[in-house]
């Protein structure tokens, strides 16, 4: 049962990663991509530069991502439903649309109902190689589904439940039905510190790092790229 857990929690760790290797149209490690592979990227030198500033990227990273992106959205823009199908493809076995459409709502900082390349880089750049702080503020955001600066309950609950639906029969049977309400009840139970019925962003912050297993259960481990 332990195996299978950590199994299924290895495969949702590793879709940040995932993600970044289908936009660069590669599927392998940046690495390894043939400075040839460039020679059809286009991409505004004012747009690059300050991407540059911006992000942990460099500049060749951004020119393959840039043309994996405009392969895929050639509008310049990801919608919502495009992006499901995207992220639907990573979790074959579940239903993924719900935790897209979270992750979505994420990645779309000026809420317009789309996610430029620029709204993309930023956000793939906190998950893949933010600090510590940088990526917990990250998953704050994320988990605070009404923007109100406070996570509650029902907030993690409905982000919990969307995990295990997206993972699917990944975790069956491994999972009870419950499983996504004792995970918030132990989550709540560590994090809430004045006992008020919701989170803080200090709260989060301070619970996160102090505890490894959070941590941990946070996907803020895995090394990727």
């Known amino acids: 049962m332990g195996h299978r857990r950590r199994r299924c929690k290895r495969r949702l760790l590793r879709v940040a990663r995932y993600l970044y290797r289908w936009f660069t149209g590669t599927l392998v490690e940046d690495s390894v991509v043939e400075d040839g592979e460039l020679s059809t990227v286009c991409y505004r030198p004012e747009g690059l530069d300050q991407l540059l500033q911006q992000t942990k990227f460099t500049r060749r990273e951004l020119q393959i991502l840039y043309r994996g992106f405009k392969n895929e959205c050639p509008s310049g823009v990801v919608d919502e439903e495009t992006f499901k199908l995207i992220y ?10 719900t935790y897209a459409h979270f992750l979505f709502e994420a990645f779309d900082t000026h809420k317009n109902g789309s996610v430029s390349f620029e709204d993309f880089i930023t956000g793939l750049s906190i998950i893949l190689r933010g600090s510590v702080t940088e990526k917990l503020n990250w998953a704050f955001n994320l988990y605070d589904l009404n923007k109100d600066g406070f996570i509650t309950k029902e907030e993690m609950t409905d982000i919990m439940s969307s995990i295990y639906d997206m993972m699917g029969t990944c975790t069956y049977p491994c999972m009870q039905d419950d499983a996504p309400k004792e995970h918030v009840d132990n989550f709540f139970q560590k994090m809430d510190k004045n006992k008020d019925g919701v989170v ?5 912050l301070e619970s996160c790092q102090k505890d490894e297993n959070i941590m941990q259960s946070m996907h803020l481990f895995d090394n990727v790229i």
């Open 200 to 204: 803080t962003i200090e709260e989060f």
């Open 88 to 97: 639907s493809q990573f979790f074959p076995q579940g239903d993924s649309s």
